[in-house]
């Protein structure tokens, strides 16, 4: 994937949760701030790409995770964040 400093904050900023480095009170506080605060350089960027990692990410991720448990929430996570790749390799 081409570098972008916004795009890559927030695959870095998922990446993270991913692994265990922040905690999902950190994710869930920080997750709408971060993308409203990079979706316009990821949107100047890439328009598919922001929109791809919107759905994936924001829209059938973190909108629907808000009643599971932590550990089905990282698996949510985890299997959009799987799917937004997918879905920019397919594309690109």
Known sequence: MAKNKSVDF?????????DGKNE???FDLDFN???I?????????NPDLAECFV????EEGFD???SLSDSDHKKLIRRQ???????????F
């Open 10 to 18: 927030m695959i870095s900023f998922v990446q993270e949760y991913l």
């Open 24 to 26: 999902r009170y950190f």
């Open 33 to 35: 701030h971060y993308l």
């Open 37 to 45: 605060e990079h979706y316009p350089g990821m949107e100047r960027f």
């Open 55 to 58: 759905f994936y990410l924001s």
């Open 64 to 66: 629907r995770s808000e």
């Open 81 to 91: 964040f799987k799917k937004f790749f997918d879905a920019m390799r397919d594309r």
